[in-house]
């Protein structure tokens, strides 16, 4: 079983940068994928970016390459996502999840999910 509590949402301006933290408490958390997902009022929930066990292995979604960037530091049981050159379409509610399939993207395939954090970018 992981909790996951997501922090660091907040209103930022176009072009601004933020970082979001995904805290995970119980067993075995560095064994698990974990990844970022978000939704917009109105639309489905997408996948954004995930890291592997470890931190080795990263994968974005397109529309995020080059400005966002995930980490995680096991030490801390936290995974971090640094969001630079913020755009308004970056607004959303920004969901961690985890599970312990690697290149999982559907939402269906996490297993534990955090209550969300909301980003808003002002344009």
């Known amino acids: 079983q992981v909790h996951l509590v997501e922090s660091g949402g907040r209103l930022v301006p176009t072009g601004g940068s933020l970082r979001l933290s995904c805290a995970a408490s119980?067993?075995?958390?560095?064994?698990?994928?974990v990844g970022w997902f978000r939704q917009a009022p109105g639309k489905e929930r997408e996948f954004v970016t995930a890291?592997?066990?470890?931190?080795?292995?990263?994968t974005y979604t397109d529309s995020v390459k080059g400005r966002f960037t995930i980490s995680r530091d096991d030490a801390k049981n936290t995974v971090y996502l640094q969001m630079n050159s913020l755009k308004p379409e970056d607004t959303a509610v920004y969901y961690c999840?985890?599970?312990?399939?690697?290149?999982?993207?559907?939402?269906?395939?996490?297993?534990?999910w955090g209550q969300g954090t909301q980003v808003t970018v002002s344009s």
């Open positions: 999840a985890a599970n312990r399939i690697w290149y999982a993207r559907g939402p269906q395939e996490y297993d534990y």
């Open positions: 119980g067993r075995s958390f560095s064994s698990y994928v």
């Open positions: 890291v592997s066990w470890g931190g080795t292995s990263t």
